[in-house]
């Protein structure tokens, strides 16, 4: 079976790449540029729990120490402090990191990678598709042919295989702008994020009255400021004054010593395209969607593209493809950030205010902070992941199915588990690997020895349903899990979201369930994707 090609070395392209590889499927990542990135400290996202899990796991280095997480959060508006967040252990703090730190840490894992070959200067031009594969054709000083099974494009927002498919890519652009800066300051608030709305200083040129400062390592800052509509330009004296102004303003008259390290100005945009699968050409990324809103958090969805993706097409690539499960990428990536989208478009005029003056809207300054603040922490109307519960794969009519902490189709909460071999593990260290994971609640278990349970109680009527399944499974048994009884049983899909939960043992459900999620029993009729794909194909 040929390789799967994935265009562009972007944190998706080699996050795809790591997790198809961790499931032995080969890949070839055409990579425009030299294979180095350069250091710009004013570039950084913002990573939920979910992504660096993920991350962690495909490469096996510790993010922490390369970002910041971050003590606290708190929102002031003029001289008020009107909300403050404690970050720690029942409610763990986002982590904050360079992106240039997060590709190395990619690529670095990536050049140990036997499966996975990056063509360097590589920039694509050509697609040619057909039901048994697709071939790209890459220009630069190795321009060649390449032959694969499937092609992705994590080829970034102007997208040239979206373009090569003729994917329409409608949306809005330039729904906020925001001037950045990293520097390395001492600011009154160590290790703490915040939002400081309308701030009481007056500021040179045009501003919209926001300010946020996110803490990275070494005493590092990045600050940015939302600037007005329009197209003012951003001279670099106008920066500087603003940093002075922000950080005289901070220190209450007298302004603490900076490094400049890098600026920029950061424009938003919102799009969605229209198709994410044309036959055997995929989208991922920034080539699917543009979701900017509070600066930060666009990467995050497109590193969940990536693994929501990579279990799918590796069972296609070792089992033949299931075209329900394929689709099912689509629809299921595609409604969650159509949801957040929707309520950036619904949401964000009103905290930013009618008309050019960006007013607020009158008595609701507290809540319009608090609406910004989850926004920015990934939480609340702005910033919460999407669920996947009116996902295609999610199953139907099961009689044993209960409600647990975690509704079906969100990610499940990582608990202390026994693998098969007697070891305990966290539950997101078995993620990723391809396997559905099975797990019965048994408390009371963690205090003895696994060959004293095994053969005990229930444990061996499931193990031979977990055996009858239709596809590879991992049996672990946890203590206790959120809202679940005993003797529960979680059905866990390979990228961590929950199938379903059962009242104890019930093979059929179980069977039932597993089966859906898989995208059903057989590979079915060719899909509308695959069907328009002889149309949408490039030409030599």
Known sequence: MDPVIITGAGPVGLTLALALARQEVPCVVLDEGPGKDEPRPARTVVLREEAVALVERLTGTPLTGLGSRWAGWRSMRRKQVTREVVFGDTDPAPLHIAQHELTGVLRTALARERLVKVALDSRLD????????????????????????WLVGCDGPRSTVRKLQDIRFPGRTAVERYAVAALRTELPWPDEALL??????????PSAGEVVGRPLPDGVWRLDWLLPPGKDLVTPELLVNRVRETLT?????????YELLDTGVHTVHHRLARRWRVGRVLLAGDAAHLLGALGTQGLE??????DNLAWKLALAWHHGPRE?????YQKERRAAISARLRAADQVLPLLRGGGGLRSYVPGAARGNDALLTDGHLGRGTLGATGSYAG?????????????????PGTPVTDVRVTAEDGTFVRLRDRLGRGALLVVLIAPGTGVWERKHWVTAGVMPRLAAAVTALPHRAELLVAESYPGAAAHTVLLVRPDGHLVTALNGVRPADLYSAAEAALGGATAGAPSEAEEGAGAAAGSR
């Not at 050509?126 to 220009?139: K, Y």
């Not at 209450?252 to 010593?257: H, M």
């Open 196 to 205: 400081h709305r309308m701030p009481p200083w007056r500021t040179t040129g």
């Open 324 to 328: 329900a499960l394929l689709d099912s």
């Open 301 to 306: 969805e497109g590193l969940l593209d990536a």
């Open 391 to 407: 996902s295609p794969l999610a199953p139907e009519g099961l009689a044993g199915e209960v409600s647990v902490g975690t509704p």
């Open 249 to 257: 303003g901070w220190a209450d008259g007298a302004t603490p010593a």
């Open 126 to 149: 050509g697609i040619e598709q057909e039901r048994s594969g697709v071939t790209a054709h890459t220009r630069g000083p190795a321009g060649t042919w390449w032959r694969g099974s």
